[in-house]
């Protein structure tokens, strides 16, 4: 079965190679990106792969290169999925970018605690902290050419949020992530990665962040700025300002984790992309659960057209765009900030067939050469 999978995958990958891309309509400005899902990779099915092989010169897994799926106890690791993803991104020639060394989700409390359950010191956890990255990435030193060091260090003031890191290790955690991080892989693009960084304040704290790291002698190859927007919010010109702010550092900018839920977001949620927060279901905040109207989907493509037209302006600072799914029906959005919604926030629908807002995208490049 799996033999019979593979060679259809291989026949679908070569009948679309020849195919225009994404990737390809966006080569001479930066890479395109896609995440891989536990599924995707664990059970890869043939429309997948044809789209990576299509679309994206660039693959990040969604989670399973982070410290609670790949090193869930003191064991030992678990690199199945993640050797999967490298295994994948060869076989579409697409480059990986490391998703995440350190955050404050997604990483068990074994790492934190000694054998009693209380907090280990600042020297044990700086001890596993180096450890890990050295781990991660030596293994995937020649597959992995960029890793998001650090993940969402900051509160919506810009100031740093309280975590386990940051507790016990003091606020001089993420300079020491870098450090061990620069010393495991002298050549990979190291990056800072956070969501809301179009608003002012959390722009302001990133800017102080990484001037400071820099200021340190420290290596922060790049910024990258999650888009996971609305239709009309953030406004184009707050992401702007931010690519300009970041670029002026001497640092690459990455659009993130782009995706553009259509649905509307519950008052009592904070918006951004705190995995934490989640709001009890209602109909009136899944109107589309049969399918989306016409001039739902006309507004998505024109709003994927304005942030491409925006970034495509700045393609000289701006290194990848990465969107976070594959296709609608492999999106985190139909499950946050509300369980069991139906959202529609990519450019291929659940089917795998390109949407009007593909086309959007697909024909900036045209468009701004005239």
């Not at 450019?347 to 067939?353: E, M, P």
């Amino acid at each position: 079965m799996v033999k019979s999978l593979s060679l259809l995958v291989g026949v679908l990958c070569a009948s679309m190679a020849s195919a225009q891309g994404l990737k390809d309509i966006y080569q001479d400005a930066f890479l395109i990106g896609s995440i891989a899902s536990h599924q995707q990779l664990t059970h890869p099915d043939a429309q997948t792969r044809a789209l990576f092989q299509r679309e994206f010169n660039v693959l990040t897994a969604e989670n399973d290169m982070k410290w609670q799926r790949i090193y869930p106890s003191p064991e030992g690791y678990n690199f199945a999925a993640a050797d999967a993803l490298m295994q994948q991104a060869e076989d579409c020639q697409c480059q990986v970018v490391g998703h995440t060394l350190i955050w404050h989700q997604q990483t068990p409390d074994w790492v934190f605690e000694d054998e009693s359950g209380k907090p280990v010191s600042r020297e044990v956890l700086l001890s596993r902290m180096q450890s890990h990255i050295s781990t991660l990435m030596t293994r995937y030193k020649n597959d992995v050419y960029g890793w998001d060091v650090v993940n969402e260090a900051l509160n919506e003031d810009g100031t740093l949020r309280d975590s386990r890191w940051r507790d016990i290790i003091g606020d001089d955690y993420i300079a020491q992530a870098f450090r061990f991080a620069a010393e495991a892989d002298p050549d990979a693009e190291l990056y800072y990665n956070d969501y809301n960084l179009n608003a002012p304040a959390k722009r302001d704290g990133a800017v102080r962040l990484v001037k400071s790291l820099l200021a340190q002698g420290i290596k922060v190859s790049g910024i990258g700025m999650q888009a996971h927007y609305m239709l009309h919010s953030p406004k184009v010109s707050q992401v702007e300002a931010s690519i300009q702010a970041f670029a002026s550092l001497g640092v690459e900018v990455m659009i993130t984790e782009l995706d553009i839920s259509v649905l509307p977001f519950p008052k009592q949620a904070a918006i951004g992309a705190e995995i934490s927060e989640i709001a009890a279901y209602a109909e009136e905040l899944n109107p589309y659960a049969k399918q989306l109207p016409q001039e739902v989907q006309t507004a998505l493509a024109q709003r994927y057209q304005d942030l491409f037209t925006l970034f495509y302006q700045h393609r000289k600072s701006i290194s990848r765009v990465t969107f976070w799914g594959t296709h609608d029906g492999t999106s985190w959005k139909n499950n946050w900030p509300v369980r069991g919604r139906t959202d529609y926030p990519l450019l291929f629908d659940r089917d795998g067939k390109p949407k009007p807002a593909y086309d959007a995208v697909a024909t900036v490049p045209s468009v701004m050469a005239q």
